[in-house]
């Protein structure tokens, strides 16, 4: 595919997910009263909507100037679809395992695979993969727990907690 078709697609998909998130953003529930209309939690989607708006017009622009017609790489590889299906299960599994548990593991599991796309084949004969793993999912529960921390307290942004936790808590 070109490079011109594949930015083309692109932006198109991304204005569309951009207008979609910034309405739909629109129906969170805010666990607290806001005092102020900037704590609502729907704020920092359409903010990120807004910005990502504005990325894909801009790819969308310099696209039609620019109309690129080398050949580039395919649109859809595996490696995208398994991104594609880790978030997708990720979002699913946020209703019942809430924003901790999952983004820990949605965060190791995409690194790891990408750590070991990155490798070479003899590279990837000696590679110690669970170590590695490990290692990730380290990184990841410290990165989520910033998350959580920065974002559940310190913005007051409602995170799920998950169906199924709050069934062993209560």
Partial sequence: MKNFHKDLIWSVFLIVLSIAIYCY????????EA????AKSSVYS???????????????L???????QVKGTPLLTFASIVSVTALVLYLYGLNYLGFAPCTAVFLTVLITYYHWLALNEEERKNARMMMTAMKY???????TTIF???FGRVLSVYLPVGSLIESLIY
């Avoid at 953003?25 to 607290?32: A, I, K, L, N, V």
């Avoid at 310099?62 to 690129?68: A, E, I, Q, V």
């Avoid at 999912?137 to 990165?143: E, G, K, P, R, T």
């Fill in 25 to 32: 953003s629109g129906t969170f529930d805010s666990t607290s």
């Fill in 35 to 38: 005092v102020h209309p900037l």
């Fill in 46 to 60: 359409r903010i990120w909507a807004v910005i990502l708006f504005i990325l894909s017009l801009i790819l969308l």
């Fill in 62 to 68: 310099r696209t039609l100037r620019k109309r690129d």
């Fill in 137 to 143: 999912f380290l990184m990841s529960v410290i990165l």
């Fill in 148 to 150: 959580y921390f920065v």
